[in-house]
């Protein structure tokens, strides 16, 4: 059983620890760590892509900063309540990871694959410069009753397609993972830079 659920949710990522670990949260005496990663594009621009970890994995009281590794494991997310809402959190929770010599070339440093349920109606639009793009929020079951949601950014004829399913289908997605940053409006006056984690889509299917 537990197997077959951890089907539906993998990721697989190649890139550079650009940071020092930060205690996360602590289960069965388990103490678990979150530590950034860098990933390159095809572009040559980056993502930052926020792992975490358990001690058990690797020795979280060394600065493993510049290190290039390989990671497997499942994009996770949680609900974290600030300024009076939920805010969702998302991660790549590692399951393997080994120490590398290079990174490879193209798109097989970032790869996630997806199946999970369509759980908010899909929002369809049109940048200024007519690109079509269509936001979906998937709910990708865990064992244990437990379930992860992710959104999953689609463009041109994807956006399209996403844009006819209706809520509680059944949707596989391969894609990456990416980072993007935005300013968020704290008061009239005040802004914060912020930094959102989502998956852009480079298939996806009814299933």
């Given at each position: 059983m537990t197997e077959k659920v951890i089907e539906n949710n993998q990721v697989t990522l190649m890139g550079e620890i650009v940071s020092d670990f930060a205690y996360s949260h602590e289960i069965y005496g388990e103490g678990f760590y979150m530590v950034d990663i860098q990933v390159y594009r095809l572009s040559d621009s980056v993502d930052i892509i926020p792992l975490m970890i358990s001690e058990r994995l690797l020795d979280t009281t060394q600065?493993?900063?510049g290190s290039k590794v390989a990671v497997f494991g499942q994009f996770r997310s949680y609900n974290r309540h600030e300024e009076r809402?939920?805010?969702?959190?998302?991660s790549v929770f590692v399951r393997e990871i080994e120490f590398i010599d290079e990174l490879e070339e193209g798109g097989r440093t970032n790869q996630i694959f997806l199946d999970g349920y369509i759980c908010k109606e899909p929002v369809y639009r049109k940048t200024p410069l007519g690109r079509e793009i269509a936001d979906l929020l998937?709910?990708?079951n865990r064992p244990y009753g437990k379930s992860d949601y992710i959104p999953c950014i689609c463009w041109g004829r994807n956006a399209r397609y996403a844009s006819t399913f209706e809520v509680g289908s059944r949707c596989a997605v391969w894609g990456r993972i990416q980072s993007r940053e935005y300013m968020k409006k704290i008061t009239e006056e005040e802004s914060e830079?912020?930094?959102?984690y989502e998956v852009s889509v480079s298939?996806?299917?009814?299933?």
């Open positions: 600065n493993y900063v809402k939920n805010k969702l959190v998302l998937l709910a990708v830079r912020r930094v959102a298939k996806l299917e009814l299933v």
